[in-house]
């Protein structure tokens, strides 16, 4: 690997975030590419930051393309595709939680890794790659393998690959394709990220630790299972099992986006040469900063004090 740069791999969607009762603001958002626009404002400015998707050739397509330029995310892995659109999610928000409703049936993300020779060219330039559960969702299962095949590759090469299991029940054919493949990502993966209520009700895991343990003998080397306001659990073949106290977030706005940006300053800091506790500190406080705002994406966090 020659070069310092972070490929997330995913799909970036029309957002349209709820701001008032009967309004709403347009933006482009979606898990993956959340954490690449966090991850490009953490990464120091010899790393490049990638984004690896697909889109149409229509009007909304290219303000998305222009959109991840602007953001300094590099869209040359950014693959256009004939008659497909991008896909539009709105967010309701009560309380600080999040629902969604989607339409995304011609997604041109959908075909992102149709290309198995674009996939591979990229995917072997990267020293980091992110990518998630909906990644692996939105994709017939022919191209799961193919992703899954080639994410493994870069890590038995010695790249950082990691997984956000992140799930959307909705998008797989049925509960057990929805784990089978959650485990797949994982075993492409050493560093998984998974939110121990989503795992408990997918795979009826009792406690973190239990989470952790699955995950460790699926293949990952790394685990952090996020809780919620509750303490996260923390595993790596060099620190052992522990865990971490999230500071309380009294005035939640949002909540959306928390698991993309903590992501981000986690990945952000193992590949800068932070210890796993000092880059966990720095992923909950930058994921605390983002919940007290509405939307995704939240430049303004950036400009009130250091996140380490």
Known sequence: MTEKRFLSIGECMIELAQTGPDTYRRGFAGDTFNTAWYARHLLPGDWHVGYFSAVGEDAVSDEMGAFITAAGIETDAL??????????????VEA???????????SAARLLAED???LSSHIAR???LHFSGI???ILP?????RLCAALTAARDRGAMVSFDTNLRPRLWESSDAMKAGLMQGAAAANLVLPSFDEEAG??????PQATTERYLSGGATTVVVKNGAAPITLTSPETGLFTLSPTPVRDVVDSTAAGDSFAAALVAGLVTGAPLREAAGAAMRLAARVIRHPGALVPGIFTTGDLQ
């Open 135 to 137: 990644t692996l969702a």
């Open 79 to 92: 693959r256009r595709v004939p008659d497909r659109t991008v896909g539009l999610y709105m967010i309701s």
């Open 202 to 207: 997918l795979f009826g895991d009792a406690t």
């Open 96 to 106: 600080g939680e999040r629902s969604f409703s989607y339409w995304r049936s011609q």
């Open 141 to 145: 299962p022919e191209h799961r393998d």
């Open 126 to 128: 990267a020293s980091a």
């Open 116 to 118: 198995e020779a674009w």
